[in-house]
């Protein structure tokens, strides 16, 4: 990752697009290169911006955030994305995931904690907060019979039982560095396990790896 990373602001409201700008000025190897107020100005803002990271809100007039997140994840090569709202229902953070987004934070979230999760997603290691894995395991638990369960556990099963393990680990919201302690394999290794594991089951981030894992059922230990 080339320095500083580059992120562009999309809020409906100036008060907090500013209020962002402001406090991210404040990191060195952060830099605002824009800021939009509605999902519709989301894709030409890409194009003519180059972020590495969009910090995207949920309620928007025109459109919002989960579909403009939809939209951006579907273009080849896209910038990483965390969705940054007030709103924290269930439906909100699964769907976000669903659509490629690599983090989701409330907007009272302290400034030390945004300006780590875009360092972070900018790194390629999805932004997975405690309270979210346990949104995730809850949404699981609550829908024993969802068809879902049977679709990843079929993707699943495409897996070499290495590549199992890492997924089942990425699930637990694990980094690159504690999967290979916990797997005795070098850093190197857990990368391209991950880059095998995004190809076969045709997924653009970690975060859908997990929710996929945990779509399975698959969020107990490894052996």
């Known amino acids: 990752m080339d320095f500083p990373i580059r992120v562009l602001i999309v809020d409906d ?17 952060l ?8 999902g ?20 928007m007039p025109r459109m919002d955030g989960l579909a403009a997140t939809e939209r951006l994840r579907a273009r080849r090569e896209p ?3 965390i969705i940054l709202t007030t709103f924290d229902s269930d439906d909100h953070i699964l769907r976000a995931m669903r659509a490629g987004a690599s983090g989701f934070l409330l907007k009272h979230t ?19 907060s405690p309270a979210v894995m346990r949104k ?14 049977d679709r990843a556990r079929a993707l699943l099963d ?27 394999l070098s850093v190197a290794t857990v990368k391209a396990y991950v880059s095998r594991l995004l190809t076969k089951l045709e ?7 997990a929710l996929l894992v945990h779509d399975a059922g698959l969020t107990e230990p490894t052996e």
Do not use: H, K, W
């Open 136 to 149: 995730m395991m809850s949404y699981v638990a609550d829908t024993g019979v969802d068809p879902r369960r």
């Open 13 to 29: 409201d100036a008060l907090v697009r500013a209020g962002l700008s402001m406090m991210l000025a404040g990191a060195e190897d």
């Open 158 to 184: 495409r897996l070499s039982e290495g590549e199992r393990a890492v997924a089942a680990l990425v699930g637990r919201g694990r980094t690159n560095s504690e999967i290979g302690r916990e797997l005795s």
């Open 110 to 128: 302290p400034p030390p904690e945004i300006i780590r999760a875009i360092r972070q997603v900018a790194a390629g290691e999805p932004m997975l």
């Open 31 to 38: 830099a605002v290169v824009g800021d939009v107020a509605d």
């Open 203 to 209: 997924l653009n981030n970690r975060v859908q790896i």
């Open 40 to 59: 519709t100005e989301v894709i030409p803002a890409v194009n003519e911006l180059r972020p590495d990271v969009v910090l995207m809100d949920i309620r």
């Open 79 to 81: 910038p990483e994305i």
